[in-house]
């Protein structure tokens, strides 16, 4: 089987290691809200590592935004 690879995914992957998701630290509450499509987003400023996209995570689960579009989560 051949797998192609999804750039954004991949850049999703490389940039979650720069934060730690918080789902541990999160209450069930916040937990229930990112399961009814509720997050808590931060925009992130890397320019340097991504220039010209827009980054965004949530803070209190593993998703994760780039230009938009949920690439992870």
Same mark, same amino acid.
């Given at each position: ?8 995914? =991949?850049?999703? /992957?490389? %940039?979650?290691?720069l934060w730690?998701?918080?789902?541990? =630290?999160?209450?069930? &509450? ?6 009814? #499509?509720?997050? /808590?987003?931060? !925009?992130?400023? %890397?320019?340097?590592?991504?220039? #010209?996209? !827009?980054? +965004?995570?949530? /803070? +209190?689960? =593993?998703?994760? &935004?780039?230009? #938009? ?5």
């Amino acid at each position: 089987m051949n797998s192609v690879t999804n750039p954004d995914a =991949e850049l999703a /992957r490389t %940039l979650a290691r720069l934060w730690p998701h918080r789902v541990h =630290e999160s209450s069930v &509450w916040k937990s229930l809200l990112c399961v009814c #499509g509720l997050h /808590r987003r931060a !925009q992130l400023d %890397l320019r340097h590592h991504a220039p #010209g996209r !827009q980054i +965004w995570f949530c /803070r +209190w689960c =593993e998703k994760i &935004w780039i230009d #938009g579009i949920s690439d992870r989560g």
